[in-house]
């Protein structure tokens, strides 16, 4: 690889600005719904604490050595992921992982966007006060209304879609990176508060010691499948998010600390998230078991009965769309960045063309609940369908491939002088990481990839 040195910038290739605006940006894609709205309905349904430490092992030895992975094939590549792996690989049909990589940026975001609306919906109806003084029936009623409606969940989408475009459109320093650096650190501010509103209700411990607390006969095969699983989705992996973040990151950079300040930001977050929950939830004697209605049911009826509870419950979407936010963008650069590169398109185009047609992808996926419940595609609405083939199959397959390419393909000598920066840092973990993304990485994988297709369960 004697042309490494010409890769640096080359043809003038956008780079990030500065360590602080990378982190903010990848923890951006990184911290998601996945982080505030499942983690904790996951956990909660699964044993609590035993599950947490499950999941922290399973994310640290399988999830972040392929969070590794991508980025150094990113860096290496400086493409997005179509031409990351055309660059890296002799035999070019690896490109079509880069290609199937993109493919579910399409797919992903179409229906990523709609659930987002729902989130700029309940900012609406906490800052305008629809929400105060309804009963938890009542909360449930409106809820349903939300997922059902045909004309709002279709509009919230539209916004959610724009603003992603916008953003996008500004490009990785003016658009992506700035915005970062100022979300990323609002959520942080935002998810303390809830915090410390949460934990210091009376009565909150109930809530701190159901989630925290290990039970580990509630804890089962399928619950250790579902945190492996989730591991993935949460940081971002399988569709080369972190191939293409890592392609504008500089070769000075270090790349494993970039990898585990990400990591850890992830982490933090989904623990701080169930602990701005559970607290409140037991607080004021609700289920705390409702699954995907968590937070758009039972937590509006916790900040029902709380002091200030307008404001806190306008704080929460407010969180839970910068965190939705941030990471839609992530999506939609993979789907542009292929565009500018391999097809030469402006940004501009890219981002318009790219934004429409997700757009209209995901028309049908925020009507699926309503008026085309009735419309199936094996046995699923087509806002489940989307989410089961993308996150189910293709993100799965993706890590895969990822794995078996850099451990078996490409290799470790390579890949691992990458990650030193040409042997000029100190990567103590080298032979664990390329031994858990050779063996365990895979085998992990592959068996949630044989649940996912029903090989059993
Ligand atoms: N990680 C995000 C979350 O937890 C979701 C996400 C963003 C994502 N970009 C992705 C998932 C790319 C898979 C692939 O909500």
């Given amino acids: 690889m004697k042309q490494d040195e010409n890769l640096i910038g080359s043809e003038g290739r956008e780079q990030w600005g500065s360590r602080f605006g990378f982190i903010m940006a990848a923890a951006g894609s990184a911290i998601g719904l996945g982080n505030i ?34 980025m150094t094939i990113g860096r290496h590549g400086q493409k997005n992921p179509v031409g990351a792996f055309k660059a890296l690989a002799k035999n070019q049909s690896w490109k079509w992982v880069g290609a199937i990589g993109v493919i579910s940026g399409f797919l992903i975001l179409a229906f990523y966007s709609v659930v987002a609306g729902w989130t700029l919906s309940y900012i609406a109806k906490s800052v305008t006060g629809s929400l105060v003084g309804l009963d938890p029936k009542e909360l449930e009623g409106s809820f349903v209304a939300v997922l059902t409606g045909s004309f709002e969940p279709i509009f919230w989408h539209l916004v959610v879609m724009v603003s992603t475009v916008a953003i996008v459109i500004g490009g990785v320093q003016a658009g992506i990176e700035r915005w970062s650096k100022i979300l990323m650190p609002a959520l942080f501010v935002i998810i303390i508060l809830l915090v410390l509103r949460s934990v210091t209700l009376e009565g909150a411990m109930a809530g701190v010691s159901f989630y925290l607390k290990p039970d580990f006969s509630e804890l089962t095969g399928k619950g250790i499948l579902e945190a492996l699983g989730h591991s993935f989705f949460t940081l971002s992996l399988g569709m080369g998010t972190m191939i293409t973040y890592g392609s504008y990151l500089s070769k000075k950079e270090k790349l494993p600390q970039a990898v585990a ?5 992830d982490t933090g977050i989904a623990l701080l998230a169930g602990l701005a929950i559970f607290p409140a939830v037991f607080a004021f004697g609700l289920a705390p078991d409702k699954g995907p209605g968590l937070v758009f049911i039972t937590l509006p009826a916790v900040f029902n009965q709380m002091p200030l509870g307008q404001l806190f419950s306008s704080l929460f979407f407010g969180l839970l769309a910068v965190a939705a936010l941030t990471s839609a963008i992530s999506m939609l650069e993979v789907v542009v960045a ?16 790219s934004g429409a047609v997700i757009f209209v992808l995901g028309v049908p996926a925020a009507m699926a609940n309503g008026p085309l419940a009735e419309f199936t595609i094996f046995g699923r609405n087509y806002f489940d369908f989307l989410d089961y083939i993308t996150a189910t199959i293709m993100l799965p397959l993706g890590g895969l491939l990822t794995c078996i390419f850099l451990g078996y393909v490409w290799g470790a000598d390579k890949a691992l002088k990458e990650v030193t920066n040409d042997n000029t840092i100190q990567f103590k973990l080298a032979s664990v990481w390329i031994g858990l993304l050779k063996y365990l990485a895979p085998v992990g994988i592959i068996l949630v990839l044989a649940k996912g297709l029903g090989i059993f369960d």
């Fill in 338 to 353: 292929y565009f500018v590169d391999e097809q030469k398109w402006s940004r501009m185009k890219a981002s318009i063309f």
């Fill in 37 to 70: 709205w499942k983690f904790p309905y996951i956990a909660g349904n699964n044993g609590g604490g035993a599950f947490v430490l499950v999941y922290l092992v399973i994310l640290f030895s399988i999830a972040v050595p392929v969070l590794l992975a991508e």
């Fill in 261 to 265: 300040s990400v990591a850890l930001m």
